[in-house]
């Protein structure tokens, strides 16, 4: 079982960046999926970025493409989003995920673990 919390999140202005950390507690991570997820109030989760633990592949939603970047660091065991060029449509709580899985990454049902989330505000 895997125990995830992140931090990092605030209020930002449109154009600027933001990085998110979701530090992750439990075991091993070797053959884990860990992912990025946003939700705004009245909408479906969206899919952001996730990254194979080993091998380090990643994937990202159209949307924030060339933009945010999924990372991680295998001594502290910490997952990152570094968000550039932010917009208002950006707003959302983003949510770490993670699964014991190596396949698929980009929806919501494939991920069993989840943090609690962190709210990400920016303004025009």
């Known amino acids: ?3 995830l ?8 202005q449109a154009g600027g960046s933001l990085t998110l950390s979701c530090v992750a507690s439990g ?15 009245g ?9 194979w633990w080993s091998g380090g592949q990643t994937q990202y939603g159209d949307p924030v493409k060339g933009r945010f970047f999924i990372s991680k660091d295998d001594s502290s065991r ?3 989003l570094q968000m550039n060029k932010l917009k208002p449509d950006d707003t959302a709580v983003y949510s770490c995920a ?18 609690q989330g962190t709210q990400v505000t920016v303004s025009s």
């Open 1 to 3: 079982q895997v125990q």
């Open 5 to 12: 919390v992140e931090s990092g999140g605030g209020l930002a």
């Open 98 to 115: 993670a699964d014991p899985s190596m396949y698929g990454g980009n929806r919501e049902f494939e991920y069993q673990y989840w943090g």
């Open 78 to 80: 910490t997952l990152f």
């Open 27 to 41: 075991g091993s991570l070797r053959t884990y999926k860990l992912g990025w997820f946003r939700q705004v109030p």
């Open 43 to 51: 909408k479906e989760r969206e899919f952001v970025a996730s990254i």
